[in-house]
């Protein structure tokens, strides 16, 4: 039995399977532009709660109190109410409330906090005694962080970059509630509203499929890049 018919005999309710591999298309898409800006945006401001925080190298506590609670405000909110408040936001932003674009900021406002205290968890693993060495030798504060504390970090922040993917396939997944699209999207629509299990099913695999791969790359690269 060829392909098509074997799948048309398991998954009798699905009509169209260029649609699911267009969600799967879209799914990547939002992942992997949401993810570049999540670091981008997450990275420093880990890197900056990490120096002003108590015993830094440069301790603000007031500073420190301010991006906290913005941090831990954002991480608060569930994604898919985040996403419904920021629409306004979004349609400034992008043009547009719906699919890949109009996903793609709220997922960056809801996921770059998450990464970002995850930085901050990776650099204070780094061993004071390095940083108070390159203090000794004259090193400033941006030779520190640029050397010494992400270069020794480096394990932590790639094992935060992986988490922080895998939260955000979720986060994909509940946008497709509210017209983000993606498998999501499908999941909504035919295995939610039309009682089709089939999309439902399917969906759900290729979620699970992609959350292994992502996990699976992200440990090779950890176990290739940390520093011993």
């Not at 009798?12 to 570049?36: K, R, V, Y």
């Not at 301010?66 to 909110?77: A, C, G, K, P």
């Not at 099913?201 to 950890?222: A, E, N, S, Y």
Request: charged share 10%; with cysteine.
């Amino acid at each position: 039995m060829s392909a098509a018919p074997l799948l048309q005999s398991l998954f009798p309710n699905i009509d169209d399977w260029g649609e699911i591999g267009q969600a799967c298309i879209d799914t990547l898409l939002m992942l992997g532009g949401s993810l570049l800006l999540t670091v981008a945006i997450g990275l420093p401001l880990g890197v900056l709660l990490y120096l002003t925080g108590k015993g830094q190298l440069r301790a603000m506590p007031k500073l420190y109190a301010v991006l906290s609670l913005l941090v831990n405000i954002l991480r608060s909110i569930p994604f898919i109410i985040l996403m419904i408040v920021l629409m306004p936001v979004t349609y400034v932003l992008v043009g547009t409330k719906l699919g890949i674009r109009g996903a793609i900021p709220p997922l960056v406002i809801g996921a770059a906090p998450f990464f970002a205290r995850l930085v901050e968890t990776a650099l204070r693993e780094v061993q004071r005694g390095v940083i108070e060495a390159s203090q000794a030798m004259g090193a400033s504060t941006w030779q520190i962080v640029r050397h010494v504390l992400l270069p020794e970090a480096r394990g932590g922040l790639i094992a935060g970059t992986t988490v922080t993917a895998i939260a955000l396939v979720g986060y994909t997944a509940m946008g497709g509630a509210i017209g983000a699209g993606g498998l999501g999207d499908l999941a909504y629509r035919y295995g939610y509203l039309s009682y089709k299990s089939d999309y439902m099913l399917v969906t759900v695999v290729l979620l699970i499929v992609l959350v292994q791969l992502l996990q699976m790359l992200g440990d090779r690269i950890v176990a290739r890049y940390t520093r011993h």
